[in-house]
């Protein structure tokens, strides 16, 4: 069972990545998947939350307008779009699987994850 985080890199500031997270050993479809980014001496912080539930997605203000979540479950794989970046973009960045299904209460973003992947690194620099 992993997630696996790819699609970083070294872009200029105003570039675009697109970053892929692709599950293996679990089905994704019934997980909200989260991307999260830390950057050296910061805490780690959400930037975009995709519910399992179609049309819910949540992107934290540094992001708005700029990056795009969004999941291809019969490629079991989230994406995040990346565009206008940043240098204060610059970070490694991790997604994250975690139920929305608490009981009978549904909670969006999840409270936790249960599965993390290891993290692709994006440099935004000229």
Do not use: H
């Amino acid at each position: 069972v992993q997630l696996q985080a790819s699609g970083g890199g070294l872009v200029q500031p105003g570039g675009s990545l697109r970053l892929s997270c692709v599950a293996s050993g679990f089905t994704l479809d019934s997980y909200a998947v989260g991307w999260f980014r830390q950057a050296p001496g910061k805490e780690r912080e959400r930037v975009s939350c995709i519910s399992s539930v179609e049309g819910i997605s949540t992107d934290a203000d540094s992001v708005q307008g700029r990056f795009t979540i969004s999941r291809d479950n019969a490629k079991n794989t989230v994406f995040l779009e990346m565009n206008s970046l940043k240098p204060e973009d610059t970070a490694v960045y991790y997604c994250a699987a975690g139920r929305e299904y608490i009981g009978d209460d549904f909670i969006f973003p999840p409270p936790e994850y249960t599965y993390w992947g290891k993290g692709t690194q994006v440099t935004v620099s000229s």
